[in-house]
């Protein structure tokens, strides 16, 4: 059974990135599909992107376009997400989910990272 | 992109009720929707995949249908670790929205 592990909180000023990473164990990342949602306090789920190492698959809500960028590491099972030009509006939990076999739905999901922007 | 319109948000029942939930898409996603479960402080669960499949572990009381632009969450017989946030989530097509949320209270 596939365990994703995210990384730690982080606080960021206004206009900083963060990069956060998602690591797998008990199988891989490689020819699935990753999802990254963000979660603000209080308010419901926002599907920001996905990605899928093996075919290159790379796809950005909107929302995200310009601002968010998916990478792979291979050796290490490990997706990152980071997003630039932080702004107090993305202050929130955010989650990556792995797919599951045979399917590109969020089966298996990380514990969530809290990322909180304030100046 | 595909709007997903879910009601009720919020619905309130008691142990040993019925309830369903429904998610409207807008426009056809044939069998593509998903519905997760959300207790707070913690991630999304799959509960239901492919409108009516269900995810691994998920107990019989929860059941999915429909297919097309209407799907329902159905929970029959709710317990106590029921009472929490649903979700769907259309995975037709990029980017894979989620609806807004069914908060399920206890009565």
């Known amino acids: 059974q596939v365990q994703l592990m995210q990384s730690g909180a982080e606080v960021k000023k206004p206009g900083a990135s963060v990069k956060i990473s998602c690591k797998a164990s008990g199988d891989t990342l490689f020819n699935h599909y990753v999802h990254w949602v963000r979660q603000a306090p209080g308010q419901g789920l926002e599907w920001m992107g996905i990605?899928?190492?093996?075919?290159?698959?790379?796809s950005y809500a909107q929302n995200f376009q310009g601002r968010v960028t998916l990478t792979w590491d291979t050796s290490t099972n490990t997706v990152y997400m980071e997003l630039n030009s932080l702004t107090s509006d993305d202050t929130a939990v955010f989650y990556c989910?792995?797919?599951?076999?045979?399917?590109?739905?969020?089966?298996?999901w990380g514990q969530g990272t809290l990322v909180t922007v304030s100046s | 992109d595909i709007k997903m319109t879910q009601s009720p948000s919020t619905l309130s029942a008691s142990v040993g009720d019925r309830v369903i939930v429904t998610c409207r898409a807008s426009?056809?996603?044939?069998?593509?929707l998903a519905w997760y479960q959300q207790k707070p402080g913690k991630a999304p669960s799959l509960l239901i995949y492919?409108?009516?499949s269900l995810g691994g572990g998920v107990p019989s009381r929860f059941s999915g249908s429909g297919s097309g632009t209407e799907f329902t969450l159905t929970i029959d017989s709710l317990q106590p670790d029921d009472f929490a946030t649903y979700y769907c989530q259309q995975y037709r097509a990029f980017p894979y929205t989620f609806g807004l949320g069914t908060k399920l209270e206890i009565k």
């Open positions: 989910a792995r797919s599951q076999s045979g399917s590109s739905v969020s089966g298996h």
């Open positions: 426009q056809s996603i044939s069998k593509w």
């Open positions: 990605i899928k190492p093996e075919d290159g698959t790379l």
């Open positions: 492919e409108a009516s």
